[in-house]
């Protein structure tokens, strides 16, 4: 977490833009990325980038009942980990790094035991939070929950949603999936 003693002034250097995208709040120059306004440093060590948090605006922390959209970056038998990249009806979120888990008995209503014939990595799913704390736990059920943006796992082409089935326009492959009604909404793909 960051520390509140911890500001960064502008025009500090945050770090080399070789190793780090230079993400919200700061510039590339020379080589470095640098701060463009007063804030705390955060380093997103997953997607390698680097931003600034404006000072005076905490990061939202993840709570029961709220409802997120992220990207499914792994997948095991009985859960998918979900890398959280909004909070919905939170704007402009700051969030730090969240990780959810969706296990295989919180995907549909009813009992599933292909958990790869639902979600995938690369997928982009809209999801509600069961558990906060130790650890953030998700479930897809429910109309609205779901696939919101599906990958092909062949080429990893956007999925189109035709006929309530997703079909990758390259290789005129079916997938089938958790697919959420809100299916291809922008504005959720828009807000992370
Ligand atoms: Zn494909």
């Known amino acids: ?11 500090d250097v945050l770090a080399s833009s070789e190793e780090y995208l230079a993400g919200e709040g700061t510039y590339e120059e020379g080589g470095h990325v640098r701060a463009a306004c007063l804030g705390q440093k955060v380093v997103d ?7 600034i948090a404006p000072r005076g605006v905490p990061p939202r922390r993840i709570m029961v009942g709220d ?13 998918a980990n979900l890398r959280i990249s909004a909070i919905e009806g939170v704007s402009r979120p700051y969030l730090p ?8 008995s919180n995907v549909e209503d009813h009992f599933i035991t292909d958990l790869g014939r639902y979600i995938r990595p690369g997928d982009m799913v809209r ?5 906060a704390e130790p650890t953030i736990q998700l479930t897809t059920r429910g109309d609205d929950m779901g696939v919101v943006k599906g990958r092909c796992g062949y080429c990893n082409g956007d999925l189109a949603l035709r006929d309530e089935e997703l079909r990758c326009p390259n290789c005129q492959v079916t997938w089938q999936k958790k697919v959420s009604r809100l299916y291809g909404n922008t504005n959720l793909l828009e807000d992370r």
């Open 97 to 104: 790094e969240s990780l959810g888990t969706i296990h295989i």
């Open 1 to 11: 977490m960051t520390d509140r003693d911890d500001l960064i002034l502008p025009g």
């Open 67 to 79: 409802v997120v959209v992220g990207l499914v970056t792994v997948l095991k038998n009985q859960l």
């Open 45 to 51: 060590e997953v997607d390698r980038v680097v931003s």
């Open 127 to 131: 999801a509600r939070v069961l558990q």
